[in-house]
């Protein structure tokens, strides 16, 4: 693959849906040893887009290229150095966890029996169990291993941790942390939980009624993201809604607003504007996902 090719490149891709768009002209790219995490309310077009980066589905306009190929021509060897799991992952409901594993296995020259082994031990799935008997749970679980056993170079992760347990969701992501820990491997993590994003994500892609609200790297969004407190401001009755302010609360003498863009001058021209004393403060993931989906008003 040309190492100047990201791994997972997503173009102008549109989708529609008996004429409802659930993507529009969405581009993203994801560079080698990056985790990106995707992010998105339910609806928001998340599983859509993992589907037509892989070629599962066909987008109405654009493309995807995984490892520099066209998804929907991927070469076996391109295939062979890709992990997917789905959002609801369907294996094997006839077999013993054993005998899935062994026969998924089989397609794979690089399949990693004895990571395998190690998985199905950490994961704590019992090889002779029936799949279809399998919780919820225990069937996601062995959806990750069968698409880590071959040490794929690219991941793509669809809600791959939401019937999870707490202790075995942070399991799982001290896993991708250990994938990616050589820098070679790419992630995209479709996920609805921002903690998660924030402990293995060195970028983020925010999806917003089928469209990209902000792709780049996570420390970047929470620099471009603040909230801004207003003290003082006594009988100021002027408008505080200036160019990038998201929203405001006001209460009495002072207010809470949420400043996208340039904040130090945004909160300067708030200071000079109103006589107030203002101060920043930094957001956490999940308060800058709740603002930037927040519908502002006046």
Known sequence: MNSSVPPIS???????????????????????????????????????????????????????????????????????????????????????VAQAIAYHGAFYENWDADFAASLLQRLE?????????????????????????????????????????????RDFLKMILDIVANGKRTVLLSTHITSDVERVCSHVSILRDGRVSFTGELDALKDEVKRVRLSGLHDYSGNLRLDGVLRVEREGDSAILTVRGNIAATTDSLRRDTGATAAIEGLNLEDIFLELHHDATA
């Open 125 to 169: 799935l019992d090889p002779t169990k029936r799949v279809g008997a399998l919780s919820v749970g225990q069937h996601q679980k062995l959806a990750i291993l069968l698409s880590l056993g071959p040490r794929p170079d690219i991941l793509l992760l669809d809600e791959p941790v939401a019937a999870l347990d707490p202790a075995a969701r």
């Open 10 to 96: 997503i173009r102008g891709i549109t989708k529609c849906f008996g004429g409802t768009a659930a993507l529009s002209d969405v581009s993203l790219d994801v560079g080698r040893g990056e985790v990106l995490g995707l992010l998105g309310k339910n609806g928001a077009g998340k599983t859509t887009l993992i589907k037509c980066a892989l070629g599962l589905l066909r987008p109405d306009a654009g493309e995807s290229l995984i490892g520099g190929e066209r998804a929907p021509d991927m070469s076996p060897c391109t295939k062979a150095r890709l992990g997917y799991v789905a959002q609801e992952p369907a294996v094997y409901p006839w077999m013993k």
